[in-house]
């Protein structure tokens, strides 16, 4: 193995460390240490000249994660009626992975140059189309 291929699965060995840490103790601040941890070694990997897209796959679904940790950790004490809530809290996030994920492979495939303003005015819209979405949902 090169020196580059052990330092990624020393960083990816550190990630799944720091996930199963968060999984044992979400409350400690744990679970936003995975996630910095877990983006750093994506990170890491594109500045190494890795390809990118396993690394973004990674970044999402470690975000992913961090949201389910986050979900359960605050479920832990209910009881009973939270099945709507699950159920409505994941329809969101798949909307939110596999927006991102389109978009995110989209802006690798294609490119457009767009002025700055532009560019804000259109990310603003797609802000507001992903919250009118998530707002339907809920309903």
Known sequence: MAAGQ???LAAAAAAALAWWLAWQAPGDGLPAAALVVSTGAAAAGLLSGAAPAPLLL??????????LVLLEDALAGSAGATASFERRHY??????VGLGLLLAVAGRLVRIEVPLGVMAVLAIAAFAGLERAWHTLVR
Do not use: E
Request: aromatic share 10%; proline share 0%.
């Open 6 to 8: 052990w330092a990624g």
């Open 58 to 67: 990674a970044t999402v679904l470690a975000l992913a994660g961090w949201d």
């Open 91 to 96: 329809a969101g996030l798949a909307l939110a």
